[in-house]
């Protein structure tokens, strides 16, 4: 079983990224997937979760309106889509499937400078 998360990166105030995370190993389609983010020196947050047929999102009030999830069956992929970045948004990005068991990624730096 793998989660490899992609797409991190350094970007200033105000801009975008997508990340993506592609699974393998296990049945994608039977799994809730969701992003979770741990800053440095605080605890891991989760910050945007779907449905195994993408049919329902929800999302932390901190990113609502701002980032968008959403996941590609065919390709084993969810995609974590962030705009308006903050200073705050910094922190490690995971990915986390959830279903009969749940895996997590390793994980992808995001930093966000002013």
């Known amino acids: 079983v793998q989660l490899v998360e992609s797409g991190g990166g350094l970007v200033q105030v105000g801009g975008s990224l997508r990340l993506s995370c592609a699974a393998s190993?296990?049945?994608?389609?039977?799994?809730?997937m969701s992003w979770h983010r741990q800053a440095p020196g605080k605890e891991r947050e989760l910050v945007a979760s779907?449905?195994?047929?993408?049919?329902?999102?929800a999302y932390a009030d901190s990113v609502r309106g701002r980032f968008t999830i959403s996941r590609a069956n065919t390709k084993n992929t969810i995609y974590l889509d962030m705009n308006s970045l903050k200073v705050e948004d910094t922190a490690v990005y995971y990915c986390?499937?959830?279903?009969?068991?749940?895996?997590w990624g390793q994980g992808t730096q995001v930093t966000v400078s002013s």
């Open positions: 779907i449905s195994r047929i993408g049919s329902s999102t």
């Open positions: 986390k499937a959830i279903g009969e068991y749940v895996y």
């Open positions: 190993g296990f049945t994608f389609s039977d799994y809730a």
